[in-house]
């Protein structure tokens, strides 16, 4: 939401890592000349400087109650995160356990902060809102009059100050991010709309405003690795009547038909309806009210403040949710896998798509396995991505698709929010119809 997995990890740094792209030279190939850049060929795992690192991640209690008893529920090995850099590394094993005492299911080992900045780098692009999100956000906000004339907004995770910008002009807004960058653009571009920026750690970050009135933390504690901890030092920073706003993803609505699963690399924490509850009851929140979102997973609180209560409890339908979870997931992957087996796929492949979609091709399908002869090709809307590859298959831009021979190749759409914007495009540069292939007959958009 917003954006909200940058602003969260604070890293709206892509592309600063580059890449050394090996294209193996008897696998480059041209269909017809452009007049930009060629289309290139390669093999899958051409590129060789791709390692891991032991100071990506660290093990850690579980981020609700702090057990350190837990059983391992889901885990990817060797997963890459994005663009290949023979620098820094880029693999790691993402792993989730299921804590034994509270149920809530996380991240473990978790990103050190230096494997934030390495690893989630190049997300900006992978991540965004359906149109109007926001306007919805504020219309839901002022029905429940947290944004009465005069109102102190506390924005945490704000990013580039959008979200705040299109706040009622009778509140006092003020945000609050760890990209530096983000937030010096927050300030140009805002100028003149009396918003307060701060940068700084959500857990010790220094507000010597009055207490808030109005807090939001949207879509942001689902990344954060301590997140009780951030919930308290908000709870130290508020008056008795400030209202604070959480809105996460919750397993009990974790089922999808999207091959990326509930248990997003880049969620540290996924929380069910009770380990939140008892995430904030232990950080001095108690949860007044609580929606569903109709139209994605998205579960909306508003909490006030009360003493904080050590409670640790366990609820046996979040793991009901979590197998359910994992089971639609198994399903998609099948799906998906029939997609790519199905007699139109047949040929050469062009992935558009650079990002973490086309990462679980590789995790979970056989497109990238079946022959280890053939050659693919990748395109991006990101322009960060350019000139650099992805386990060695160089990435392009979309207009390289203009001078493609379809009779013999075809266009993956490697995305599942994206897929229907993607697909008007390649239509657009001329791929034809027969040779787009699509994953998912339906899109669940958030």
Known sequence: ?????????????????????????????????????????ARIDSFLGNRSSPALASHRPCPVCGSIRSKNVFE?????????????????NVRDDFCLDCFAVYMNPCFTPYGFSVLAAEAGRSYGSSEGRPDEQIGWLNERALLAPGARVLDIGCFDGAFLARLPSHTRKFGVDIDAPAIERARAVHAEKSIHFTVGDFETFEFNEEAPDTITVLMVLEHLPRPTEVLRKLRSISHANTKLVVEIPVVERGPTNDINGFFATLHTTHFSRQTLAICMLRAGWRIEQATNQPDYNGYRVVASPCEPVSLVSKNVEDLTSVNRSL??????????????????????????????????????????????????????????????????????????????????????????????SITKAALALGVPAERIVTLYDQVHRC
């Not at 709206?12 to 193996?24: F, K, M, N, Q, Y």
């Not at 997963?79 to 693999?91: G, L, N």
């Not at 650079?354 to 322009?383: I, W």
């Open 1 to 41: 939401m917003k954006r909200r997995v940058t602003r969260a990890l604070g890293l709206a740094i892509r592309g600063t890592l580059r890449s050394a792209a090996l294209v193996v030279p008897a696998a480059q190939e041209t269909f017809l000349q452009s007049a930009h850049k060629a289309l290139e060929w």
């Open 76 to 92: 990817l090995t060797d997963f890459q995160f994005y663009c290949d850099s023979a620098e820094v590394p880029k693999r790691l």
């Open 327 to 420: 089971e639609r997931w198994h399903v998609a992957v099948r799906e998906a896998e029939a997609r790519l087996r199905a007699p139109a796929a047949a040929g050469r492949w062009v992935v558009w798509g650079a990002g973490g979609h086309t990462e679980f091709l590789y995790q979970v399908t056989t497109l990238f396995h079946a022959d280890g002869d053939e050659l693919f090709a990748l395109v991006d809307s990101d322009t960060l991505k350019h000139g650099k590859s992805w386990r060695g298959v160089p990435i392009h831009s979309p207009d390289v698709l203009r001078d493609v021979d379809w009779s013999r190749t075809n266009l993956l759409v490697s995305s599942y929010g994206g897929q229907e």
